[in-house]
């Protein structure tokens, strides 16, 4: 009756996920996450329930695998969850982040193979590579999807980036480099060897500098003003084609290459945008 009362008091309209532990391992007694639930609930609150493993972004939106959940104060059956649900997580109202430290970067394998699955032709890259290392191109037919995706999560304990395939490859990965938020107005364009996917220097690419394109300019003018923000002095982005596919903030290179072809002495001009901010002190 007490249930019912706070029900009627509290309307369902209030989509609350939490992101925690397997609940089935909990302590009843002892658990604040689910003392948490429990007053939700009572307020006639929807539940939804993650782990970790379930958060995953997708084409530019943080999404889950979410399970609608139901609590009990019973020691023998606190939990009830119903059938597996895909959603972005910009649906919930309120997310409560309880996973116990430390923090694995676990993630399921079978979203992956769903992004393959719909896009056929795809690239498989880790987060923290760099010259073009450990990034693999998957097309429908190819038997080794589950040894790559062992390989790059390390069996499912690291994150890795899944990309459509972008045929515009062939005509190079072009990188930007940004300072203080504004693009150097000329780009080096990393032109893959016969055969070979990536274009990366460091992998077998040819470097050709070129002037920026308005979609180039386009792309830059979307990202400058946040670069700023966080503070981001010296940053490289990779474009292909028409879109962005990657923004590397720790160690961009290509000056070199630049400065050759265009006398654009991109390394004073870093040194000018940090003289400005030190004097802005």
């Known amino acids: ?14 989509r609350l996920g939490i992101v925690m532990d397997p609940i089935a391992q909990i302590s009843y007694k002892k658990d604040s996450s689910l003392a948490m639930l429990l007053a939700a609930q009572a307020r006639g609150w929807s539940l939804f329930y993650m782990e970790q493993h ?3 972004q997708s084409e530019g939106v943080a999404r889950a695998r979410m399970r609608p959940l139901k609590v009990f104060a ?17 649906e919930l109202d309120v997310i409560l982040m309880r996973k116990d430290p430390p923090f694995d970067m676990d993630r399921r394998p079978d ?67 940004m300072i203080d938020g504004e693009p150097v107005p000329y780009c080096l364009a990393r032109i893959p060897a016969s055969g070979e996917t990536r274009g990366n220097l460091a992998a077998g690419g040819r470097g050709e500098a070129r002037e920026l394109t308005e979609r180039d300019r386009w792309i830059a003018a979307q990202v400058g003003p946040t670069l700023r923000e966080k503070g981001l002095l010296f940053v490289g982005l990779d474009v292909i084609g028409e879109h962005l596919t ?30 400005r901010k030190l004097k802005a002190r």
Not at 1 to 14: F, G, I, N
Not at 148 to 166: F, K, N, V, W
Not at 247 to 275: F, H, K, W
Request: a negative charge; charged letters at 25%; one cysteine or more.
């Open 246 to 275: 990657e923004i590397n903030v720790t160690s961009p290179t290509c000056i070199r290459e630049i400065d050759n072809a265009y006398g654009t002495q991109i390394g004073a001009q870093l040194m000018d945008a940090i003289d």
């Open 1 to 14: 009756l007490r249930q019912q009362a706070a029900e009627r008091k509290y309307p369902m309209s209030v």
């Open 54 to 56: 379930d958060l995953y």
């Open 74 to 90: 019973d020691p023998e059956h606190w939990f009830e969850l119903e059938a597996e649900t895909d959603a972005a997580l910009s």
């Open 111 to 177: 979203i992956i193979r769903e992004f393959a699955a719909k896009h056929g032709d795809v690239i498989l890259k880790p987060l923290d590579g760099m010259g073009g290392t450990s990034i693999f191109r998957h097309r429908v037919g190819d038997p080794n999807l589950s040894v790559i995706l062992e390989t790059l999560t390390a069996l499912g304990t690291q994150q890795i980036m899944a990309q459509a395939y972008l045929p515009a490859i062939k005509d190079g990965d072009k990188r930007i480099l």
